[in-house]
């Protein structure tokens, strides 16, 4: 929406126009590898900071993993989409330089990802945030969330996918839809979760407020489906809780 790849701290950037990515069914060459996509911004380095999204983010088509290196979030091997930013951080490195601090989607999100199986099957999908190596802090998503995809490891979350560090007092308002189709890969793992799919470390004072549903369709593997996160789980010394989350009463988790 604003920008697709940056290497700088990005404050107070917001987007209210329509964000969409679209590749016919079939044709790896259009698609290209590992496509990052989000209302504010497709893939950030470093802070993302008092970012909003008010338009549609729709990705729809066909992608090849492609093979991860170290340039950055983008090139962790998949597909990361999301409302506000796509990914942000270097992967797999932890930094507080990395965060996504105060950022808000008020659009609707719609993924429909089929992710080929050339050097990888991952995909990150959310409503404010795909995949960060960095804390998410008060951010919350108020757009519905509708995810198709079949990617044999996939983070589908309604604030964010997977995150190397917290989350912190982060909320989910609006309906979220995940769906793994055809998905036949033995040994995969599906973190599906109203707040966070997968995090290494805490998970601290979130809300989910409204309704999740998973659908599998008899995917090989295993999934890990809550309402506050997935799973929470790091192989470093750092201490692993989740205190003061909610879900509210009535939400339904299906």
Not at 221 to 234: E, N
Request: hydrophobic share 30%; proline share 1%.
């Amino acid at each position: 929406g604003v920008i697709g790849y940056a290497q700088a701290n990005m404050e107070g950037c917001d987007n209210h126009g329509e964000v969409s990515f679209t590749t016919p069914a079939d044709d790896l060459t259009q698609g290209g590898t590992r496509p990052a996509l989000g209302g504010v911004v497709g893939c950030n380095v470093f802070k993302t900071v008092g970012c909003n999204n008010y338009g549609k983010v729709f990705a729809e088509g066909v992608w090849a993993a492609g093979t991860q290196d170290n340039s950055g979030a983008g090139s962790q091997g998949g597909s990361t989409f999301a409302g506000v930013a796509g990914c942000t951080g270097v992967y797999n490195v932890y930094s507080e330089d990395y965060n996504v601090e105060d950022c808000h989607n008020y659009g609707e999100v719609e993924i429909n990802n089929n992710c080929k199986t050339e050097g990888g099957t991952k995909g990150w999908h959310a409503g404010v945030v795909g995949y960060t190596t960095g804390d998410v802090k008060n951010c919350s998503n108020d757009g519905v969330v509708t995810i198709k995809h079949n990617t044999y490891e996939n983070y589908s979350a309604g604030v964010v996918g997977e995150t190397k560090g917290g989350v912190y007092n982060c909320s989910c308002n609006a309906p979220v839809y995940a769906e793994a189709v055809n998905v036949s890969k033995a040994g995969g793992a599906l973190y599906f979760a109203g707040i966070v799919g997968y995090s290494t470390i805490v998970v601290e004072n979130c809300h989910l407020n409204a309704d999740f549903t998973a659908k599998t369709n008899n995917a090989d593997g295993s999934l890990r489906f809550a309402g506050i996160a997935g799973q929470i789980k790091t192989a470093s010394t750092r201490q692993q809780t989740i205190t003061g989350c909610t879900v509210k009463e009535g939400v339904k988790l299906t």
